[in-house]
């Protein structure tokens, strides 16, 4: 495990002790008390035409919880729900409700919704996994994902106390940073938004590869994605990793700056994923397969780029984001202003929800992750990664939906692998050999 700050107390996830207290007041009100009125609003007015369903592929059931953290990856939800996406293919009674960080998602979902939590969510890839494993919850609750959500799209943020040295994807910059703390006698905290998730793998990834240890050199601690900001502000940590728009809003507020976009670190990565409780699925087969349908085509409506401003209008309001618009549509649509000095425009490395397969949910990425977690000691070096991934990704109810809304043949990918994956360092990864990837890194715990 990697060292544990002093500070950790005040940025501990999905705490409800001072920590969450004291943020509560300068958040973006992400508060776990307004998710029922937040959740049950109602859909725009332009809502989609209902689709024609034949009674023989009617959904068994009309309603389902789902949950969403205040990040831009989770719009397709609320999208499919504000445009009475979901509605049209007969799921006309879907809640998406707000949580409060990852760890409540995961006992959330671990309750289900006959227990009072939810049925699915936008989640961080690598958690459906340690869900099943048995790893994060209490015993194993067998999951399965039903989409991606989105490429790219996440940053890694930089305290404005180091804006000088101007790090960027070369992490090695930060010994500077360890040089001045030891001299002012303090310690240092990089926080990311769950361990073992996807911020967590990148913010490791981008330390080792400048040769900085973060089982050694930097406690890594968890904090809720809506509480970064404001626990850098009050100095409890020099770097994080999260999704937009905290890394924009820093950037917004003066408090910091954006040392990269993490489609700088891996091109087209996989980010967030649709999962659901396997048990839902497989007692509700049809009403899944509709929910999938409608989450594929709200992610083909929030990449087109006419509708990304009323997107981010949409999710940036008091009952999803709570932010203001600005801090979301710049870097939706690829303007990015990493606040020293350097601006880009480059939609190419922005998030992306539907364009270049990125809705597709390929096994091979999912392997990438594991075997990170493999590499951090999350999941046990002895699992059989191929196996889970086959357990878990259910590819074929994403082309199964995709065939059922019009999606071209030859726009649904043919294979589960995308094949051998470069990193900026110029690390490469086959998985059909993850051994030999994982054997390859000199910084690991596994």
Same mark, same amino acid.
């Given at each position: 495990?990697?060292?544990?700050?002093?500070?950790?107390?005040?940025?501990?996830?999905?705490?409800?002790?001072?920590? $969450?207290?004291?943020?509560?007041?300068?958040?973006?009100?992400?508060?776990?008390?307004?998710?029922?009125?937040?959740?049950?609003?109602?859909?725009?007015? *332009?809502?989609?035409? $209902?689709?024609?369903?034949?009674?023989?592929?009617?959904?068994?059931?009309?309603?389902?919880?789902?949950?969403?953290?205040?990040?831009?990856?989770?719009?397709?939800?609320?999208?499919?729900?504000?445009?009475?996406?979901?509605?049209?293919?007969?799921?006309?009674?879907?809640?998406?409700?707000?949580?409060?960080?990852?760890?409540?998602?995961?006992?959330?979902?671990?309750?289900?919704?006959?227990?009072?939590?939810?049925?699915?969510?936008?989640?961080?890839? =690598?958690?459906? #996994?340690?869900?099943?494993?048995?790893?994060?919850?209490?015993?194993?609750?067998?999951?399965?994902?039903?989409?991606?959500?989105?490429?790219?799209?996440?940053?890694?943020?930089?305290?404005?106390?180091?804006?000088?040295?101007?790090?960027?994807?070369?992490?090695?910059?930060?010994?500077?940073?360890?040089?001045?703390?030891?001299?002012?006698?303090?310690?240092?905290?990089?926080?990311?938004?769950?361990?073992?998730?996807?911020?967590?793998?990148?913010?490791?990834?981008?330390?080792?590869?400048?040769?900085?240890?973060?089982?050694?050199?930097? /406690?890594?601690?968890?904090?809720?994605?809506?509480?970064?900001?404001?626990?850098?502000?009050?100095?409890?940590?020099?770097?994080?990793?999260?999704?937009?728009?905290?890394?924009?809003?820093?950037?917004?507020?003066?408090?910091?700056?954006? &040392?990269?976009?993490?489609?700088?670190?891996?091109?087209?990565?996989?980010?967030?994923?649709?999962?659901?409780?396997?048990?839902?699925?497989?007692?509700?087969?049809?009403?899944?397969?509709?929910?999938?349908?409608?989450?594929?085509?709200?992610?083909?409506?929030?990449?087109?780029?006419?509708?990304?401003?009323?997107?981010?209008?949409?999710? /940036?309001?008091?009952?999803?984001?709570?932010? =203001?618009?600005?801090?979301?549509?710049?870097?939706?649509?690829?303007?990015?202003?990493?606040?020293?000095?350097?601006?880009?425009?480059?939609?190419?490395? &922005?998030?992306?929800?539907?364009?270049?397969?990125? *809705?597709?949910? #390929?096994?091979?990425?999912?392997?990438?992750?594991?075997?990170?977690?493999?590499?951090?000691?999350?999941?046990?070096?002895?699992?059989?990664?191929?196996?889970?991934?086959?357990?878990?990704?259910? /590819?074929?109810?994403?082309?199964?939906? &995709?065939?059922?809304?019009?999606?071209?043949? &030859?726009?649904?990918?043919?294979?589960?692998?995308?094949?051998?994956?470069?990193?900026?360092?110029?690390?490469?990864?086959?998985?059909?050999?993850?051994?030999?990837?994982?054997? /390859?890194?000199?910084?690991?715990? $596994?």
């Amino acid at each position: 495990m990697s060292k544990v700050s002093r500070r950790k107390f005040i940025v501990t996830a999905g705490a409800t002790t001072a920590a $969450a207290l004291f943020i509560h007041g300068c958040s973006s009100g992400d508060d776990s008390a307004d998710q029922a009125a937040d959740s049950a609003a109602s859909p725009t007015d *332009s809502a989609a035409p $209902a689709a024609a369903i034949s009674p023989e592929d009617a959904p068994e059931v009309t309603t389902a919880k789902l949950g969403f953290i205040a990040l831009t990856d989770s719009a397709p939800l609320i999208i499919a729900l504000e445009k009475g996406i979901f509605a049209k293919y007969g799921m006309t009674d879907v809640e998406v409700l707000k949580q409060a960080s990852w760890p409540v998602t995961r006992d959330n979902m671990e309750l289900g919704s006959a227990g009072g939590g939810i049925d699915g969510a936008h989640i961080l890839t =690598p958690m459906p #996994y340690m869900m099943a494993l048995g790893t994060i919850t209490k015993q194993p609750l067998p999951m399965y994902i039903l989409a991606r959500l989105n490429v790219n799209g996440q940053g890694i943020s930089v305290s404005k106390d180091y804006t000088d040295l101007k790090i960027g994807t070369d992490s090695s910059k930060m010994t500077e940073v360890f040089a001045k703390a030891k001299t002012d006698n303090k310690e240092l905290s990089a926080a990311m938004t769950f361990p073992g998730g996807t911020h967590d793998l990148w913010l490791r990834y981008w330390l080792a590869a400048g040769g900085i240890n973060p089982e050694t050199d930097i /406690s890594v601690v968890p904090v809720p994605p809506p509480q970064m900001v404001a626990n850098m502000k009050i100095g409890a940590m020099e770097t994080f990793c999260v999704g937009e728009p905290w890394n924009a809003q820093l950037v917004n507020q003066d408090q910091g700056y954006s &040392a990269l976009v993490t489609g700088e670190l891996w091109k087209d990565h996989p980010e967030k994923a649709f999962a659901m409780r396997a048990d839902w699925v497989d007692a509700n087969p049809k009403a899944a397969l509709a929910m999938t349908k409608a989450v594929l085509e709200a992610q083909q409506w929030c990449d087109l780029p006419e509708n990304k401003q009323e997107m981010c209008e949409i999710v /940036s309001q008091d009952k999803w984001f709570k932010v =203001p618009v600005e801090d979301i549509v710049g870097r939706m649509q690829g303007n990015i202003d990493y606040g020293n000095g350097r601006t880009v425009e480059n939609p190419d490395i &922005a998030m992306k929800f539907w364009r270049d397969n990125a *809705s597709y949910p #390929y096994k091979s990425h999912d392997l990438w992750f594991l075997t990170e977690d493999i590499r951090w000691g999350y999941i046990p070096a002895d699992t059989d990664t191929k196996a889970l991934v086959d357990q878990v990704n259910r /590819s074929d109810i994403w082309k199964e939906a &995709a065939t059922a809304i019009g999606v071209a043949e &030859a726009d649904i990918p043919t294979s589960d692998s995308r094949g051998v994956e470069t990193f900026f360092d110029g690390v490469k990864f086959d998985p059909e050999d993850p051994k030999a990837y994982l054997d /390859s890194l000199k910084i690991k715990k $596994a």
